[in-house]
């Protein structure tokens, strides 16, 4: 019964659980000074991004460097205040806490950084680096803390635990690296996890098995996953629905499966264009993708910011106007004048 209602989620993008994450009309600029003294524009990383997010659902947004998925991240993680709009998280508004709120809501969002050894300090052993989120969470009796540990560390595939307990970050390979960061992001049982490329610097054989590791803990605790990437062959392993990222807004949303077999946006369609082909008979085959390179954040050009390097583009209109949100089909939508 389960699966079959996850797979009309996935299918139809209809859900009706309870939101966990909204974001609405979000903002985040940051300030460019010249010589210090006078603010001489913006970086306009996020520019008006608006999504809800439900339990236990999990969500990829994609696009490529730069396009302004980090800053969302970090916006979400509660490390940027937005410039505006609001981020709400079980019925209280984030981007309005002080310091004990954010204490409060750091504690039910888990963090996966994308370099696993970077993100491991190197002079802790492992138990250690998970002992501390429950020493700072206010976790005092140690038998407790201790049996978290060893729960978690199960979670993740750390067989024997004894055996890793004592070891240190260089000790252990890049897999395992990744899943005591897995192990550290679930550790004070949050609500939420945050996914920053989790197997971009992983071999490819290690990949799908981080994935599906993912996948189980989310089914598990009904997590609420937001998986960030630029590699939309892996989306399939994991998401259940699609944000398409570009120069600081969403341009397409909806269920995986209208995005992956109808995108409708043409900046979708060339980052489908640019992933990987498993199929090695398509080794050779050769995919036009888009000339240039994403825009200048400081000053987005005047429209849709896809137009310069769009070959499907509306003279007249896509160069001069900002396209609204327009649904195409039920629940997919898409900002873009083809679909007026």
Request: hydrophobic share 35%; glycine share 8%.
């Amino acid at each position: 019964m389960a699966d079959t209602k996850l797979a009309t989620r996935i299918e139809t993008g209809v859900d009706e659980r309870k939101v966990l994450l909204s974001i609405q009309d979000l903002r985040v600029w940051f300030e460019l000074r010249r010589f210090g003294f006078g603010v001489a524009g913006y970086v306009r990383a996020v520019d008006g991004v608006s999504f809800d997010l439900h339990h236990g659902e999990a969500i990829a947004v994609v696009g490529e460097s730069g396009c302004g998925k980090s800053s969302l991240m970090k916006t979400i993680l509660g490390l940027y205040r937005p410039r505006e709009g609001k981020v709400t998280f079980d019925d209280q508004t984030i981007s309005d806490m002080g310091r004990k709120g954010l204490n409060w809501y750091r504690a039910q969002v888990g963090y996966i950084q994308q370099d696993p050894y970077g993100a491991l300090p190197p002079f802790m052993s492992l138990q250690r680096i998970l002992d501390e989120p429950l020493v700072i969470g206010g976790v005092h009796n140690k038998d407790e803390r201790i049996a978290r540990i060893h729960k978690v560390m199960g979670e993740v595939k750390m067989h024997p635990v004894e055996d890793f307990l004592q070891k240190f970050p260089h000790m252990l390979s890049g897999g395992q690296q990744q899943r005591a960061v897995i192990a550290r992001a679930m550790i004070r049982e949050p609500k939420l996890i945050v996914a920053d490329e989790p197997v971009s610097m992983l071999d490819a054989s290690v990949r799908v098995e981080i994935l599906k590791l993912l996948r189980g803990l989310q089914e598990t605790h009904n997590l609420s996953f937001i998986y960030i990437t630029h590699d939309l062959s892996t989306v399939k392993y994991f998401s259940e629905r699609i944000m398409v990222m570009y120069a600081g807004r969403l341009v397409e949303k909806g269920p995986i499966s209208k995005i992956l077999k109808n995108p409708l946006h043409p900046y979708t369609s060339a980052l489908m264009a640019a992933t990987s082909d498993p199929d090695a008979k398509n080794a050779d085959s050769y995919k036009e993708v888009p000339p240039g390179e994403p825009p200048s954040l400081v000053k987005p050009p005047a429209g849709c910011r896809f137009h310069p390097r769009c070959s499907r583009i509306i003279q007249g209109l896509c160069d001069q106007q900002d396209p609204p949100e327009f649904e195409p089909e039920p629940n997919h939508q898409v900002q873009c004048w083809l679909y007026q």
